[in-house]
């Protein structure tokens, strides 16, 4: 049977080359996905698909710095 899931490491080239990850957590946590993609990669076009098919919260990691500046 192949794993469909992949390494960490895997998942980090994967959005260093623009790519969008599924991160999953455990059966025995909340047995969800979160759509996954670095910042400099996103564009209005990934915001969109994330909106209509990840049907949950848009959220993003922010550096102190910058939740002070906004």
Known sequence: MN???I???EAIEEMKK???????D???RENEGDLVI???KITPEIVNFM???GRGLLCLSLHEKDVDRL
Request: negative net charge.
């Open 7 to 9: 390494t960490i490491e």
């Open 38 to 40: 670095a910042a400099e």
């Open 18 to 24: 623009g790519h969008m990850v599924i991160m999953v």
């Open 26 to 28: 455990d059966e025995d």
């Open 3 to 5: 794993n469909p899931f």
């Open 51 to 53: 909106i209509n098919y």
